[in-house]
């Protein structure tokens, strides 16, 4: 392996000197030119007014969108649903961002991991994986502290919806005061709602967005009601006060169910983590018998296989403990 590095090493400047050669000489994508042309004549030629200001919306975004987010672009398997999920957590991070971010640690976890004596191959592997996971792991858990956020005040918002259609005020105006005085998530939520149909967006699209970038039923049962009231007729304060009701009891529910799988939870992280501590034990007392692991191949393989198996059996503690409502 000794006699390798200096090959691996070569080999590694090599691709990253094709990787800067391709990024700085390769031109736009051929298919993505003609889908841009395609979509400038199609919006130049739309008769509607609600075509147009979608047309002037992405005219905008992608004046917006630098160079650094077209480059993370092309080496991310799916920039689209990356970037929704950075949307969800309310940020405005960009695409370049989280690229540069993601780079930045896997450089230095894999420069760290030669500083203290691993094989080039390792380092980089675990650089690479380290700087994806940490930034995955970021991005999940600001969307789920800002969706349990969103959950718990939404029936909130509800309640001050249907006494301002009580109140006789129309349901347009009434998202506007939803934003104004509920905080957090809500606000931000119906503020944007409020504002795309401010520019002549329909209640439906406008919804039906937020709905889409929230992914909370929820806010799916909320655009469901309104579209139902819509075709139906009714009383919507009614209709909607009912639903503040359900979600009431519906998170008093995952509660319930949260209680009563705690000790079910616990014994699957205790059980998970006892391999690592041991391990981390015995380094401790031992760093020359565990250091092997860093060094011997086949004890590398051997810790790899091992991970997985873990891995799964993690990934079928955590369904077996995970309820759907």
Not at 28 to 53: C, E, F, G, M, Y
Request: with cysteine.
């Amino acid at each position: 392996m000794t006699a390798m590095m200096p090959i691996l090493t070569v080999a590694a400047g090599l691709a990253g000197v094709l990787v800067l050669l391709f990024a700085a000489f390769s031109g736009p994508s051929l298919a993505k030119i003609q889908s841009r042309r395609l979509s400038a004549v199609k919006d130049r030629h739309a008769a509607n007014a609600s075509a147009t200001i979608e047309a002037q919306m992405r005219r905008v975004i992608s004046n917006r969108e630098s160079r650094m987010d077209g480059f993370a672009a092309q080496f991310m398997p799916n920039p689209a649903l990356l970037k929704q999920r950075i949307g969800r957590t309310g940020k405005n991070w960009s695409l370049g961002q989280y690229g540069a971010v993601s780079g930045g640690i896997a450089i230095a976890v894999a420069a760290i991991g030669l500083t203290m004596g691993w094989p080039l191959l390792l380092a980089l592997l675990v650089g690479v994986a380290v700087g994806l996971a940490i930034p995955h792991a970021v991005v999940s858990s600001l969307i789920k502290r800002r969706v349990n956020q969103f959950t718990v005040r939404f029936p909130d918002a509800i309640e001050l919806l249907v006494r301002g259609l009580r109140a006789g005020l129309p349901i347009s105006e009434t998202l506007g005061v939803v934003a104004n005085e509920v905080p957090g998530p809500v606000g931000e939520e119906f503020g944007i709602v409020s504002d795309k149909i401010k520019i002549g967006r329909t209640m439906d699209q406008a919804l039906q967005d937020s709905a889409d970038r929230l992914g909370t039923p929820e806010f799916q049962f909320f655009c469901i009601t309104l579209a139902i009231q819509r075709e139906t007729g009714g009383n919507l304060a009614e209709t909607l006060s009912n639903l503040a009701d359900v979600l009431r009891k519906r998170a008093q529910m995952k509660l319930k169910i949260k209680a009563m799988s705690s000790e079910s939870k616990a014994s699957a992280y205790i059980v998970g983590s006892l391999p690592f501590i041991v391990f981390t034990l015995i380094y401790f007392v031992n760093p020359e018998y565990m250091g092997n692991f860093f060094v011997d191949q086949r004890l590398m393989i051997a810790g790899g296989g091992g991970l997985i198996w873990m891995s799964i059996g993690a990934f079928m503690m955590a369904k077996m403990v995970s309820f759907e409502i």
